[in-house]
């Protein structure tokens, strides 16, 4: 059954690097996301990204954060500059056009000291 | 007043039992409804989606009710496996999908 996966699984980084997190969504796919989830909290919706652009964007998502789509396989989200608050579970998902069901992949966590 | 809310639980229950999960939400104009599992430390699975109609899968049943912007799961006949946390979740009707999650209800069913 085919997955999204997510690389790497765990990331620890210091307070002010920047950290790209990547994602190969399911090969058919044409929709992406990317959520977190801080550690006992729920899961939020970050971005979505479609037809090679941002098609909507949390308050969450501010200009630290970035999408790119670089080929036909990967999804990433680069942090620019970590916070502390930015440790969290971070979820990838995609979905087919027809169907709602949105597919996460593992998860990065990232650990931000 | 939050998008999602649910039964925070945690719920404790025997192997066999019928336990139930409450969600409501805010947003009248939602249009999609789903409850995934989260198992510790993993990432969200859908259970399944939710119909206007009421839906089961298996042990698993599902209900809204538009009106009162009520979501409920039933689950019947308990296992060991099912121990995990539920979502709500709910998509306020756009096709861009963002989804709205719940912060889950945790289930523990123990032998």
């Known amino acids: 059954e085919p997955e999204v996966t997510q690389t790497p699984s765990h990331q620890v980084t210091q307070m002010g690097q920047e950290v790209i997190l990547r994602c190969v969504p399911i090969?058919?796919?044409?929709?992406f996301y990317w959520y977190r989830q801080i550690l006992g909290q729920k899961v939020e919706f970050l971005v979505s990204f479609y037809n090679n652009e941002i098609s909507e964007k949390s308050e969450i998502f501010d200009d630290q954060f970035s999408v790119e789509r670089p080929d036909g396989s990967n999804f990433t989200l680069k942090i620019r500059s970590t916070k502390l608050e930015d440790s969290a579970m971070y979820f990838c998902?995609?979905?087919?056009?027809?169907?709602?069901?949105?597919?996460f992949g593992p998860g990065t966590r990232l650990l931000v000291l | 007043r939050k998008e999602v809310e649910q039964d925070p639980g945690p719920f404790n229950v025997p192997e066999g039992a019928t336990v139930a999960f409450n969600c409501t939400y805010s947003?009248?104009?939602?249009?999609?409804f789903f409850w995934y599992r989260q198992d510790c430390r993993k990432e969200p699975k859908l259970l399944m989606s939710v119909y206007s109609s009421g839906n089961e899968d298996g042990r698993f049943t599902a209900q809204l009710n538009r009106a009162s912007q009520y979501i409920s799961l039933l689950i019947r006949d308990s296992k060991l496996s099912d121990s995990a946390t539920y979502l709500c979740?709910?998509?306020?009707?756009?096709?861009?999908?963002?989804?709205?999650f719940g912060r889950g209800t945790q289930l523990t069913v123990w032998p």
């Open positions: 998902a995609s979905r087919q056009g027809a169907s709602e069901t949105q597919y």
């Open positions: 090969s058919n796919h044409l929709y």
């Open positions: 979740v709910v998509n306020r009707g756009s096709t861009l999908g963002r989804l709205y």
């Open positions: 947003n009248s104009a939602s249009q999609s």
